[in-house]
């Protein structure tokens, strides 16, 4: 059957869930009363219970990592897929790329389907680049003949040409997406799965990628499911997306919609981010602002202006040694932890009572893209409170290195340095 020019949808996804067992270990203390006392009632149902008591068994929780999931994707279409962390679209992915399969509910995909999962799906690590090429090609049920007339294709776009009879195992991540990317784009699957592991390769091939993308939809009508952070990567190439939050569908739309709504509505998205009351807790952290520079709050900022993080604490026990940790998270990777302490060398004491402490951000610290923020009030080995995910997105809006570097993000931090250039010799 020719696919590409059929009528009928890519995806087909009604209704669909997934749902995870989660077991909690941790053996209760079982007093010698209740063993004989509950024995004497029900001998047999008293002896398996204390069992699974005591070696943690009988503490289950379901954890429904998607729940009522229901969309069309139409041939040819880029859908991009956003939402904060565990929201669910890895695990969707997935299920797409039938790694996985679904609790409940039906899935239809008509077509081959080419996945760009992980850094470590898809290859095996014994097996060097060109044997994994045509491993691929034979995974998505082509011909070695087939695969050989991509196979130049493939090696020229990947750039790791003098590696190819090296063990994949021994590649960097970036060289390994490089290649990975190259098969699943070049082998021409009807439907192809990508990932945020394009988040791993350089800023010039992460371009090179989407480019390639846009134009198998255009010149082959092939159709792409897109996950990112990169709410600009996500803009620039789809015209349809989807936001998942708690693994339930938020907003389908237009992209330029489903992102605004995503800055501007979810809490975890909001500049002004509050917590509910912690009654068990000695202190927590109760509020969380960003600020632009003209101290008004904002979600989206430039990359080239400073910004605020105001933290409110309520303090309802006296704390010693105790101070706040900022992680930043660029694509999943940790790529600053700051301390109140990173001047001083020590630790604080709080008294009973309401604090807020004002960080200040310089400009042209981060890169362009989506930055996650946890914050944590704790000793090193003793946590008090902790807030996750707290998202700010940096734009490229008034950047000075524009003209140079255009839409290339380079790096993970943003830091403009001071060059002085002086003539040595006549």
């Known amino acids: 059957m020719n696919f590409m020019n059929s009528t009928k949808p890519a995806i087909e996804i009604k209704n669909i869930g997934k749902k995870y067992n989660i077991n909690h270990q941790g053996g209760g203390y079982v007093t010698l009363r209740e063993v004989i006392m509950e024995t004497v009632k029900s001998p047999i149902k008293s002896l398996k219970s204390k069992i699974k008591q005591v070696i943690g068994k009988d503490q289950k929780e379901e954890f429904w990592a998607l729940d009522n999931v229901s969309f069309n994707v139409k041939r040819g279409e880029i859908i ?4 904060p962390n565990g929201a669910g679209k890895s695990t969707l992915l997935k299920i797409l790329s039938q790694i996985t399969p679904p609790t409940t509910g039906e899935i239809k995909i008509s077509g081959s389907v080419g996945s760009l999962l992980e850094v470590g799906t898809g290859f095996h690590p014994e097996l060097t680049g060109r044997e994994n090429i045509f491993l691929n090609g034979a995974i ?3 011909t070695r003949k087939q695969t050989a007339r991509k196979f130049n294709e493939i090696v020229e776009f990947s750039g790791i040409g003098k590696f190819l009879d090296t063990p994949v195992k021994h590649y960097s991540s970036g060289m390994y997406v490089r290649l990975a990317f190259s098969v699943a784009a070049h082998m021409e699957p009807d439907i192809l799965i990508v990932d945020e592991v394009l988040a791993v390769g350089d ?6 990628c989407l480019g390639k993308m846009n134009d198998i939809t255009k010149s082959d009508g092939r159709t792409i499911i897109f ?17 998942l939050k708690k693994g339930k569908i938020i907003k389908v739309g237009e992209t330029s919609d489903v992102i605004n709504y995503y800055l501007n509505v979810e809490s975890s998205l909001n500049s002004i981010v509050e917590f509910k009351e912690k009654s068990n807790l000695q202190g927590q952290i109760k509020k969380v602002t960003i600020l632009d520079k ?12 400073k910004f605020f993080i105001e933290i409110e604490l309520d303090i309802k026990e006296k704390l010693e040694q105790k101070m706040i940790f900022l992680h930043f998270y660029y694509h999943g990777e940790i ?7 990173d001047k001083t ?10 604090y807020k402490t004002r960080v200040e951000i310089p400009a042209y610290l981060f890169q362009v893209g989506m930055l996650f923020l946890n914050i944590d009030l704790k000793h090193l080995t003793n946590m008090i409170d902790q807030v996750i995910d707290i998202s700010i997105e940096i734009t490229n809006e008034n950047s000075s290195r524009e003209p140079i570097s ?3 993000y380079w790096g993970k931090i943003s830091t403009i340095l001071d060059y002085k250039t002086i003539r040595i010799n006549e």
């Open 140 to 142: 998505l049920g082509m």
């Open 406 to 408: 255009g839409d290339n």
């Open 227 to 243: 996950v990112s952070h990169n709410l600009d990567a996500i803009e620039r190439l789809c015209t349809k997306t989807i936001l």
């Open 203 to 208: 800023a010039e091939f992460q371009k090179k």
């Open 335 to 341: 790529i600053l932890v700051s301390t109140e302490g």
């Open 345 to 354: 060398g020590v630790y604080k004491n709080y008294d009973v009572g309401t």
């Open 294 to 305: 003209n101290n008004e709050p904002r979600v989206r900022i430039p990359v080239s202006e």
């Open 80 to 83: 991009g897929i956003i939402g």
